[in-house]
């Protein structure tokens, strides 16, 4: 599949018209039609910090090739997330107010504004537009998370305080539109137009597709994401195709497991095509309602050294241990152990020498909200 054309117009009509003349008698026999309204809005939101050690000691401080745990030594804010959301009725909207380490990683290619993007802290702002009688589906326009990965943006939402590979190698969020209808009970299909990876001013003038699927069952499910599109600067040309496809399965209440594959490929013309792929699988085993436990091995390949900036095969293991203090608070304590095939972590003072690093961290995260 190629991209050769530009996309400049994402045209979407919503046409909604009722005209009817009633008597006195009809009007009161019939109900009035219901409005839609901008509340009520729901509220709810994260914080959640935490404390990292890493046994090489880097004087960096940084643990390598981590997205949001990446403070080595130091008591770290990851995120404090503030959420007003109103569900379509048939308008709606989203707006994640964010600060902390996780929301300077996200944003870190779009380009300074007088110092700051103040798009840097509205994780999420989108509208939504979902009519009654269009069999479920729902248009969204702004900012919005992508589609993409096992793990998402919050951390009490995962099984893990650390993001995996697959996690912080892909797209955080995009900039555009997006259309997404149930087509049977177990099966929804969407189609996205996005600027791109990561960046709501677009760096090229084409634009990047967005495919998903999502199947449920009773125990399974199984999503799809595939992105295709120009992301290179200031040119069309060598577009980035990118797969991600995730299998749960619940056999019962306490034993969950997931498999998630990821391949990309960055095409270069006249060039080596650069591309990257990993898989991991994450058990979580509850063994009460305040306790679980939960191990993840990954297995993550960047051949041209694209994404790291180095050509490497990488290993990691996470065993995470979830303590429900309270309701809506949550500890962690975790371990991990990250391999390289080539010298790249930190050690000391020496900077990409080490073949491996490990890890122990303590993360607090409280939660709140109408479903919690």
């Known amino acids: 599949m190629a991209l050769k054309r530009d996309l400049f117009v994402v045209l979407f009509t919503v046409s909604m018209a009722a005209a009817q003349t009633q008597g006195p008698l009809d009007a009161q026999s019939q109900p009035t039609p219901k409005d839609w309204s901008i509340g009520p809005v729901d509220f709810s939101g994260t914080i959640d910090g935490y404390y990292s050690l890493n046994f090489n000691h880097p004087a960096s401080g940084v643990n390598s090739l981590r997205n949001f745990d990446d403070r080595a030594g130091s008591i770290s804010l990851n995120m404090a997330e503030l959420t007003l959301k109103h569900d379509p009725d048939p308008i709606g909207f989203r707006v994640d107010l964010g600060f902390g380490r996780a929301f300077d990683v996200m944003h870190a290619a779009e380009p300074v504004v007088r110092g700051r993007n103040l798009l840097d802290n509205l994780a999420q702002v989108y509208a ?78 084409g634009k990047t597709l967005g495919f998903t699927t999502s199947m449920t069952g009773k125990n399974i499910s199984w999503t799809n994401a595939f992105y295709a599109g120009p992301e290179k600067s200031g040119t069309n040309e060598g577009n980035r195709y990118f797969w991600d496809t995730v299998v749960t399965v619940a056999p019962s209440a306490k034993s969950a497991l997931y498999v998630n594959f990821d391949y990309g490929v960055d095409k270069v013309n006249n060039g ?87 890890t122990v961290l303590i993360g607090l995260i409280a939660y709140f909200g109408p479903k919690h």
């Open 272 to 358: 080596q095509d650069r591309d990257f792929y990993g898989i991991a699988l994450a058990h979580r085993y509850a063994f009460n309602r305040w306790f679980s436990l939960t191990p993840r091995v990954e297995l993550y390949r960047d051949a041209q050294g694209f994404i790291t900036g180095t050509a490497q095969t990488l290993k990691e293991f996470t065993m995470t241990a979830e303590w429900k203090v309270a309701k809506c608070f949550l500890t962690r304590a975790e371990y991990r152990r990250d391999w390289s095939d080539k010298p790249f972590f930190d050690r000391g003072n020496e900077r990409g020498n080490a073949m491996s690093q490990s």
């Open 128 to 205: 939504s537009v979902k009519p009654n009688r269009w069999g479920g589906l729902q248009f969204d326009f702004g900012k919005f998370y992508t589609s993409a990965g096992a793990e998402v943006t919050e951390s009490y939402l995962n099984w893990n305080y650390s993001r995996s590979y697959l996690y912080a190698t892909a797209p955080y969020y995009h900039f555009g539109a997006r259309v997404s209808r149930p087509l049977t009970g177990w099966f929804t299909a969407g189609l996205q137009v996005v600027n791109g990876w990561n960046n709501v001013s677009d760096n090229n003038s």
